[in-house]
């Protein structure tokens, strides 16, 4: 395989050259070539449209709302296989929500491909499909691998609140996904790709096609695509937990080679290793592991965890519209798509003294191998630390959705105005299976950690206290297996963890279940009511019922807490809504000194929710153009969200965080802020002061080598059902200048900015302690939501749920550049720059006036400023783009050189926060990737192209705070360069 995929690297990267080449040989050959050349025209007929954002049917694309349009050909020119990639790659995209480089994520979300706009979160960006909701989980995310690339006619994104036009969740922004209408003939596709380190395999295959008449149309599309996984050892960045630059660091005690708790005389501190080959009941064949150790006793989980995880899918659409009457047609469509992901990770780092017996009820000594055990030499009850590294965690995810949609619409006449109406509705059923293996089962290991004996009838080693006192032996419900936890991974044999029978014992197959549904009932009318002096005033209008409902099962091993697996109570629930909206455009002004155009839009929005109660939101926009070739846009919009039946009705979860404790004194805020360092040490808000030299501890009760930091301990997150809707405020105003005195130039400049308030907020263990000790709120000090221990400082206990608490605030602008130039005798050439500044992103972790406002723009890849500029060359047959995306620098908590001065990698020590104070930060560079691509029109009716993303291999910084990623990097940035191949074929 690796020698395929060598060959098809270097196929792809010769078939680049000689693009290059043929490219540079047609210029020059077309020198001499008149380029007047004559074109058959034909009389259009002026028609109205649709334009994401309004329901108001216009025959004017130029709106007061700033949209973004990228049609089939701009998707296809960037060389990206999902709608998703193509989304994130905008600059106003947010960071991606759970990456695929986020492999230690869990839940029924994973797997899925979302987006997020302004990193305002994903389920704050509404999905639209044709106009229509997008079917969502339990926790209110819309899944973008549910539709097949090859049915995209364009999409639409609008860059403004719209819950006055659309109801809840589309306060960042709204995506319009446009499917393929009209199509006429067939065309079949494939695309061939993989990173140049010859890994991460990608291939998608497709066939469309269709055919219309005056009657109706049908149009078909069905595909295939495959992402094969990308290994973290592969990449210097994440084949160690630090990177490169401390590969030792942060290794984990929790070991496949196994640490034990011994008695007195094995080893000084009492954590003690086997020697390779030793003799566990010999004590001079042990050695300490408790006060030092090498990385010979620990283990580099990142070796056998992905980087990205792979994912297939199988998708079919199907459209259609038939005309009943002239004036009436009825549209449906179809929708099928299986996608399945694959996850792993690295076998379970276990430490069966955090677990108590299941069997035993008046035994509250935690499992351990116990001294009746055929293996235990020391006659005590022996603890220890043993990750499964012969079995690692695997989740295989598989979501099915079926869509189906249906509308009767038309049109009248009342007088001289024309009508719109139409009436339709949809059902989005997914349905979710998740299949995990890895995880130990704690009934299963306490079984095989118990009594045994050698049966001299069988020659096996056999759990029970002797013949008369026998299990069966094997895995079958009743059965058990010894395990034998001194042998350690690189040795195997019968009743190690290499062991067939014994995995099948330990290791049982887990299955969660999960079934969405969305059943959604509109009726609309458009049309204009008279005619003003500067045109029509014009008024939509319409009904919408909805009702989401959703279950999440974990399997029963999960519910009762009786496997590692993270424990998990089952999510179940629903919610309907009825909604009324108005709408009016008022053309005020025409034909006018400095008022060519001046038109106002008004819209109102009435939502009944069954969960919650009623809510209005309303939008104001304005269209001015002052001369024709400037136009000046501004609205002002409300906005809501409604709570999920994830954050209303979800079950108690197990997790164990990443986190970062600030009352750390070496490499939390408490080293560098005294304010923090005193709430700490206080016991500020209630909680236990922490000692003066604390450090916070990861697994098997290790101080961490760098934060965030993953807790050995089991914390829990649930839902609220008090949860209240989050409200909005969004608020742009830009100018579009398209200069008559520059053909094909079109400059634009918005200014937006969103406020959230009431915002519903997804807790985490890490923001629970920062805004305690460093924002000082009292109020997420209590003792409900975590525990210190009062001796040690340590976090041992945690529990969370979704809140209504503090605010959101951001601002920034959007500026766009499209100029198509005069065609020259070298050919055509458009250049295309998008770019987006952050001025602030703020956020108040709750309502308390002493809380202060904490900034998070540079951080946590909630970039300065991301920019695309890009140069599309055509010429007869033959054409090429170039595509530049660019990212400010970027800032992180010091992790490595943490000390007075700093030092190479803590390159800000002496930064002064506006919320914390001082802080040591490490800053980053800028970063640009570049991609290319080139084209050929064969005359057989084939576009062959070739191309590359990130072109010249850039690598992005070191990011230890692993922002959106389970590595030391940014879960947004390319991962290495990447050649593909794309045929299409038209018959």
Not at 63 to 83: H, L
Not at 370 to 385: D, L, M
Request: hydrophobic share 30%.
């Amino acid at each position: 395989m690796k020698l395929l995929n060598k060959k098809l690297a270097t196929a792809v990267r010769y078939a680049l050259s000689v693009g290059a080449l043929v490219a540079t040989g047609a210029v020059f050959a077309q020198d001499t070539t008149p380029t007047d050349q004559t074109q058959p025209t034909s009389t259009k007929t002026l028609q109205t449209v649709v334009v994401t954002g309004s329901r108001i049917r216009s025959a004017d694309i130029e709106t007061a709302q700033p949209i973004i349009v990228m049609d089939r050909t701009q998707i296809e020119n960037q060389g990206f296989n999902s709608v998703a990639d193509i989304l994130q790659n905008l600059p106003q995209a947010g960071t991606p929500p759970i990456s695929r480089s986020s492999v230690l994520a869990s839940g029924e979300d994973v797997g899925g491909y979302y987006i997020d706009m302004r990193n305002l979160g994903a389920n704050r960006t509404l999905i639209l499909l044709n106009g229509k909701r997008l079917g969502t989980t339990t926790s209110g995310l819309q899944d973008l691998s549910q539709i097949p690339m090859s049915a995209i006619d364009r999409i639409e994104v609008l860059k403004d609140g719209a819950s006055a036009i659309y109801g809840s969740d589309a306060i960042a922004g709204v995506v319009n996904i446009i499917t393929r209408k009209n199509f006429d003939g067939a065309e079949a596709s494939a695309y061939l790709g993989q990173y140049s380190q010859g890994d991460g395999d990608k291939q998608t295959y497709s066939m469309t096609m269709g055919a219309h008449s005056d009657k109706g149309s049908i149009t078909f599309s069905a595909e295939y695509s495959k992402e094969d996984p990308v290994w973290a050892k592969d990449r210097d960045f994440s084949r160690f937990g630090s990177t490169t630059r401390h590969p030792t660091a942060g290794w984990s005690i929790v070991s496949q080679y196994g640490n034990f708790f011994m008695p007195d005389g094995y080893c000084a501190s009492g954590l003690c290793a086997l020697n390779p080959g030793g003799n566990p009941a010999n004590p001079a064949d042990w050695h300490d592991t408790g006060a030092g150790g090498g990385t010979n006793d620990r283990s580099n989980p990142n070796t056998e965890m992905m980087l990205n995880t792979g994912i297939e899918r199988h998708s079919l659409f199907v459209s259609g519209d038939y005309n009943i009457t002239d004036n009436i047609k009825f549209s449906s469509d179809f929708l099928y798509n299986k996608r399945s992901t694959l996850q792993q990770v690295a076998g379970y780092p276990f430490q069966p003294a955090f677990y108590m017996p299941f069997t035993l009820p008046n035994d509250r000594d935690p499992i351990g191998l116990e001294p009746s055990s055929y293996f235990n030499p020391t006659g005590e009850k022996v603890y220890f630390y043993r990750r499964g590294w012969e079995v690692p965690r695997t989740t295989q995810s598989d979501l099915t959705t079926y869509r189906f949609s249906g509308t009767l619409e038309g049109s009248f006449d009342i007088g001289e105005h024309t009508w719109n109406w139409d009436i339709g509705g949809f059902v989005n059923d997914n349905s979710l299976l998740k299949v995990q293996h890895g995880d130990f089962s704690l009934i299963g290991a306490q079984g095989a950690l118990g009594p045994s004996f050698l049966d001299p009838s069988t020659g096996l080693v056999t759990c029970g206290t002797g013949p008369d006192n026998a299990l069966p032996y094997g895995s079958a419900p009743g059965s058990c297996v010894p395990w034998n936890p001194f042998i350690p991974s690189t040795q195997g044999g019968p009743n190690s963890l290499s062991d067939p029978t014994l995995q099948a014992y330990l290791f049982p197959y887990y299955h969660d279940t999960g079934h969405t549904r969305t059943v959604d009932y509109s009726a609309n009318i458009t049309g204009s009511v008279f005619t003003l002096p500067a045109g029509d005033l014009s008024v939509a209008a319409g009904f919408e019922y909805r009702h989401e409902s959703g279950d999440f099962v974990p399997d029963a091993f999960s519910q009762a807490g009786i496997s590692t697996n993270l424990s998990s109570g089952p999510t179940g629930g629903g919610y309907n809504t009825k909604e009324y909206y108005v709408e009016l455009e008022a053309p005020l002004l025409k034909d006018l000194p400095f008022a060519q155009s001046l038109t106002a839009n008004v819209a109102s929005r009435y939502s009944d929710y069954s969960s919650f109660g009623t809510t209005t939101n309303n939008k104001f926009s304005l269209a001015w153009k002052p001369i024709d070739d400037l136009l000046v846009r501004g609205t002002y919009a409300e906005g809501f969200r409604a709570p999920t039946i994830g954050d209303l009705f979800g079950g108690i979860s197990g997790t164990f965080d990443y986190y970062t404790d600030p009352c750390d004194t070496v490499r939390g805020a408490a080293a560098t802020n005294p304010a923090v360092a005193a709430r700490c040490s206080s016991g500020f808000g209630g909680q236990p002061g922490t000692p003066a030299n604390f450090q916070q501890l990861g697994q098997g009760g290790v101080v961490c080598a760098n934060l965030p930091c993953q807790t050995g301990i089991q914390n829990f997150a649930g839902a609220n059902p008090n949860l209240q809707p989050e409200t909005s405020i969004s608020r742009t105003l830009g100018a579009v200048y398209s200069p008559s005195w520059i053909q094909g130039l079109d400059l634009s400049l918005d200014m937006y900015r969103i406020r959230i308030n009431n915002a519903i907020t997804g807790d985490s263990m890490s923001a629970q302690l920062s805004d305690c000790y460093v924002l000082g709120a009292a109020s997420r000090c209590a003792s409900g939501l975590f525990q210190r221990d009062p001796a040690t400082g340590v976090v041992t206990y945690e529990l969370r749920g979704g809140r209504n608490a503090g605010w959101v605030d951001t601002k920034g602008y959007d500026f766009g550049v499209n100029y198509r130039l005069p065609e020259f005798s070298f050919g055509k050439f458009a250049v295309h720059w998008n770019s987006t500044y952050t001025d602030y992103y703020n956020v108040k972790a709750d309502n308390e006036p002493t809380t202060v406002v904490s900034p998070s723009t540079s951080f946590g890849g909630n970039f300065r400023v991301r920019s695309n500029l890009g140069v599309d060359w055509t010429l007869g047959d033959f054409s090429a783009s170039w595509m530049t995306r660019y990212y400010s620098s970027m800032k992180e908590t010091c992790s490595f050189d943490n000390v007075p001065g700093g030092g190479p990698e803590c390159n800000m020590p002496d930064y002064i926060a506006p919320d914390t104070g001082p802080v040591r930060l490490r800053r980053t560079g800028a970063n640009t990737f570049h991609d290319v691509q080139f084209r050929w029109n064969a005359p057989w009716n084939a576009t062959i192209s070739v191309g590359a993303n990130n072109v010249f291999g850039h690598v992005g910084p070191i990011m230890y705070s692993a922002p959106n990623s389970q590595y030391s990097y940014y879960g947004g940035f390319d991962i290495g360069r990447f050649y593909y191949l794309r045929y299409n074929q038209k018959f």
